[in-house]
């Protein structure tokens, strides 16, 4: 199951899961890149995107205006769905409307390997980016150990490049696989302090003592995370 969730309030980016996306709404270009590869959901709290949903055939379900991350929100879209303890559950970000049906492939297969290993409470991937690309607080940064564990995310950049020729930087793409079990398990969890300091959901597991498994990816996508970031749109693929 891919459940995709959709707040419609942002406050860098107002209702942007309804932005144009070369002719179709945000949200609903994201469903479609990924529904050949799964049954999709959308996890939203609006009634404007449960109906435009429904304009487009794709299943939606309205879950409240609480939640505190995405996470939480696709917990409660699975509870009503009422999916069993070892369902697959990926998490597609709503502003992900180029994702390739082959990175969502590669988080499923980790996650499918790793379902019976209680320690990993998600499993997630990354690619590769370059030094001037990951200044960007936007773009996530992730550190892994030498088995593609992770052992930090950040917006800062890390690792540090004391020497000025680190160029091989792992950005980490908005995108989880999980059982239904572990789901369950990370949304028990209470919030963490680096989680509200970094704004980043995945920051809980960690500090809980949780372990999330990554996977190198190539991909060509992008979140859209600002206004300016639906020029590269069109850039990308008018030009």
Same mark, same amino acid.
């Given at each position: 199951?891919? $459940?995709?969730?959709?707040?419609?309030?942002?406050?860098?980016?107002?209702?942007?899961?309804?932005?144009?996306?070369?002719?179709?709404?945000?949200?609903?270009?994201?469903?479609?890149?990924?529904?050949?590869?799964?049954?999709?959901? $959308?996890?939203?709290?609006?009634?404007?995107?449960?109906? &435009?949903?429904?304009?487009?055939?794709?299943?939606?379900?309205?879950?409240?205006?609480?939640?505190?991350?995405?996470?939480?929100?696709?917990?409660?879209?699975?509870?009503?769905?009422?999916?069993?303890?070892?369902?697959?559950? $990926?998490?597609?970000?709503?502003?992900?409307?180029?994702?390739?049906?082959?990175?969502?492939?590669?988080?499923?297969?980790?996650?499918?390997?790793?379902?019976?290993?209680?320690?990993?409470?998600?499993?997630?991937?990354?690619? $590769?980016?370059?030094?001037?690309?990951?200044?960007?607080?936007? &773009?996530?940064?992730?550190?892994?150990?030498?088995?593609?564990?992770?052992?930090?995310?950040?917006?800062?950049?890390?690792?540090?490049?004391?020497?000025?020729?680190?160029?091989?930087?792992?950005?980490?793409?908005?995108?989880?696989?999980?059982?239904?079990?572990?789901?369950?398990?990370?949304?028990? &969890?209470?919030?963490?302090?680096?989680?509200?300091?970094?704004? &980043?959901?995945?920051?809980?597991?960690?500090?809980?003592?949780?372990?999330?498994?990554?996977?190198?990816?190539?991909?060509?996508?992008?979140?859209?995370?600002?206004?300016?970031?639906?020029?590269?749109?069109?850039?990308?693929?008018?030009?």
């Amino acid at each position: 199951m891919i $459940i995709i969730p959709a707040r419609i309030g942002s406050s860098r980016f107002p209702s942007k899961v309804l932005a144009d996306i070369l002719g179709v709404p945000m949200v609903i270009r994201t469903a479609q890149a990924v529904a050949p590869l799964d049954a999709v959901t $959308i996890a939203t709290d609006s009634v404007e995107v449960l109906e &435009l949903a429904e304009e487009y055939g794709i299943r939606a379900v309205m879950t409240s205006t609480e939640h505190q991350s995405g996470t939480d929100r696709i917990f409660e879209a699975a509870t009503i769905l009422e999916l069993p303890d070892d369902e697959i559950i $990926i998490n597609v970000q709503a502003d992900e409307p180029f994702i390739e049906e082959e990175v969502v492939e590669k988080v499923y297969q980790l996650t499918r390997q790793n379902a019976s290993d209680p320690s990993i409470l998600a499993c997630s991937a990354y690619k $590769i980016v370059s030094n001037p690309e990951a200044d960007d607080p936007n &773009l996530v940064k992730v550190v892994t150990d030498d088995h593609d564990i992770a052992l930090y995310f950040s917006r800062a950049k890390i690792p540090y490049p004391r020497d000025h020729h680190f160029d091989t930087y792992k950005g980490h793409l908005g995108l989880y696989g999980y059982t239904m079990a572990s789901l369950k398990t990370f949304c028990e &969890l209470e919030p963490a302090k680096l989680e509200e300091v970094e704004k &980043l959901e995945q920051l809980r597991i960690l500090a809980h003592g949780y372990r999330v498994a990554m996977v190198k990816v190539e991909t060509e996508s992008f979140g859209i995370d600002m206004p300016e970031d639906l020029q590269k749109v069109m850039k990308k693929h008018l030009l």
